[in-house]
């Protein structure tokens, strides 16, 4: 679906310059021939386009709360390295990809098809691709981080949500997501930190003051986060806060 919304901006760039519009990259004379080296303005917006996928990534979904999360997780168990970070990358992306497919799936549905048939026109297809993505991260955000990201913005306070510009939307879903990664992260924190203070005051009432309890906590954590089943735990939390709102 990410691939689409691309296509879609590749579509848009068709709709501003021609088809055959080039931009000359350089020109080289040989033997009194020049011969000019050029680059179609469609596949240079579209480079451009791949290049800002992963902001957009950051800003426009929930990648950024799960990562986070994901990240916490691992702190709290007590593992530096294990998962590693690719795999943690792909977990949250996966997940991002069934999170946001109902969003992309109504973006693909009223924006993407009307306009490839040539059935609505650019600006009525990006108004309509912008109403579900916008009704996703308002649903997400907290009140107070947009009112100060539009007092940032010097923008004035607006009464519908239609109107909240979307350069101040971003931050403020980016906050707001990052506030709930925070307070998920919490909760996933104190059954360890419990676990590591038990540990910690067994090895002081046995005298082993010399060694660290973190060496004799991480089996019992990793034993516990095992027999709970963990990793369906946290997966269903955050996808539940998401469907919560």
């Known amino acids: 679906m990410i691939w689409r919304l691309l296509l879609l901006a590749l579509l848009t760039a068709g709709s501003i310059f021609p088809a055959q519009a080039e931009l000359t990259l350089f020109s080289v004379t040989e033997g009194g021939v020049k011969q000019e ?18 902001a957009m990534l950051l800003m426009l979904t929930s990648f950024t709360r799960i990562i986070v999360v994901l990240a916490i997780l691992r702190q709290a168990m007590g593992l530096q390295q294990s998962p590693p970070n690719r795999v943690l990358v792909g977990i949250a992306l996966t997940l991002t990809i069934l999170i946001m497919r109902p969003v992309w799936s109504e ?13 609505i026109g ?4 990006i108004a309509r691709a912008k109403q579900p993505l916008q009704a996703f991260m308002l649903a997400q955000t907290r009140e107070t981080d947009l009112e100060q990201m539009m007092k940032i913005a010097g923008e004035e306070p607006v009464t519908l949500a239609d109107n909240i510009p979307f350069f101040v939307l971003m931050p403020a879903f980016v906050l707001s997501e990052l506030k709930t990664a925070f307070q998920i992260g919490f909760m996933l924190f104190i059954p360890f930190l419990v676990i590591d203070l038990v540990v910690a005051s067994v090895l002081m009432a046995m005298g082993m003051m010399m060694l660290s309890p973190l060496i004799i906590s991480l089996p019992f954590k990793l034993m516990v986060f095992v027999l709970v089943d963990g990793w369906s735990m946290t997966v269903g939390t955050m996808a539940a806060s998401f469907s919560g709102g």
């Open 122 to 125: 650019l600006e009525q297809a």
């Open 37 to 54: 080296y050029s680059i179609k303005l469609q596949i240079l917006l579209l480079m451009t386009a791949l290049s800002l996928l992963p």
């Open 107 to 119: 973006i693909h549905q009223q924006a993407f098809i009307p306009y490839e048939q040539e059935e």
